[in-house]
């Protein structure tokens, strides 16, 4: 287990993000196999215009996980969301126009690949959780799919509500409930940001029909070598083994996973990972016997993955 003051670093870091309440924390477990022993992989994040503060990732030592080492109280990220999050990220509380075209787009990609290689069917149903202003939704609401989509930064949502006319809701993933099940679920990009994504992951399984699929991406290690990705917003860091790992244990089997640009190839994006994979009771609680036999890394291939990425080349990124 790796000794690391977080008292000392959690008030410091808050302050210097600008909250000047205290919020509760716990050391994060592995959230993906519950283990507790991990080790150090990096000491400082990025809070935006070349600044670096000590925040520190680990990772797991029986599955290989990567995670950030303080977890907070719910209604710090609740908080953080709500007010901090678009302000840091673009300086302004209203999506752009050009964010929501971008969005648009990206959309329209990922439905033209889903069209041309499963066959879509009639009077679908698609949930994305993360879903921003909504965009990703529309394509499949044209064929007559009931959609819905939820995020927790309320001024995106009420754009993309009263502005865009699209159904989704300011809510939290974890507090998500729905009458009917859906055929596909898209998380893109925000599994890396939520509360809980085992209670996120649990909920899409309830609320999936039979043989529905679901599409997760996130920033990949070791692709992503920019160095903003380790940041206040990841809690944790994907890679094909852990997607497809996390996707296994809440009964799901992933069908491919790949770095093909599914949602197109914009230039901000471009160390986005993708996990396709469809509803698979068999392997839900199964997790031991799928640590037993598949999809382990260990502390030592990830760190190789971390010494050899880009990030390596400044100085701010310190074992
Ligand atoms: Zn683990």
């Known amino acids: 287990m790796t000794k690391l003051n977080l008292n000392k670093i959690s008030n410091y870091y808050l302050k210097k993000i600008g909250f000047d309440k205290k919020y509760k924390f716990k050391a994060r477990i592995c959230e993906i196999c519950n283990s507790k022993e991990n080790e150090l992989i990096q000491k400082k994040i990025s809070i935006g215009n070349k600044k670096f503060l000590d925040f520190p990732i680990v990772v797991c030592k029986k599955c290989g996980f990567v995670f950030q080492a303080i977890k907070y109280e719910k209604k710090f990220y609740k908080d953080f969301y709500g007010k901090m999050y678009r302000k840091i990220a673009y300086k302004n509380i209203d999506p752009s126009k050009a964010f929501i075209n971008r969005q648009k787009i990206r959309a329209k990609h990922f439905y033209n690949f889903m069209r041309s290689n499963f066959k879509l069917k ?20 044209r064929i007559g799919w009931n959609c819905f989509g939820n995020d927790p930064d309320k001024s995106f949502v009420e754009y993309g509500r009263k502005s865009l006319k699209l159904p989704i809701k300011y809510e939290m993933a974890e507090d998500m409930s729905f009458k009917s099940k859906f055929d596909l679920s898209i998380i893109i990009g925000s599994l890396e940001h939520c509360f809980d994504p085992n209670k996120v992951l649990n909920k899409i399984y309830k609320y999936s029909n039979k043989d529905a699929k679901i599409l997760i991406s996130g920033r990949g290690i070791p692709r992503s070598s920019n160095k903003i990705y380790f940041n206040h917003n990841h809690h944790r860091y994907f890679s094909y083994n852990s997607l497809e790992l996390i996707l296994m244990k809440h009964g799901f089997k992933p069908i491919f996973s790949t770095i093909y640009p599914i949602t197109g190839n914009a230039d901000e994006r471009k160390n986005e990972i993708f996990c396709l994979a469809v509803k698979y009771p068999k392997y839900r609680g199964k997790l031991k016997e799928i640590l037993k036999y598949s999809k382990i890394e260990t502390v030592k291939t990830v760190q190789y993955f971390f010494k050899n990425s880009e990030n390596r080349k400044t100085k701010h990124y310190i074992f």
């Open 122 to 141: 009639k009077n679908g149903s698609m949930l994305d959780v993360g879903c921003s202003v909504g965009e990703f939704l529309r394509p499949f609401m």
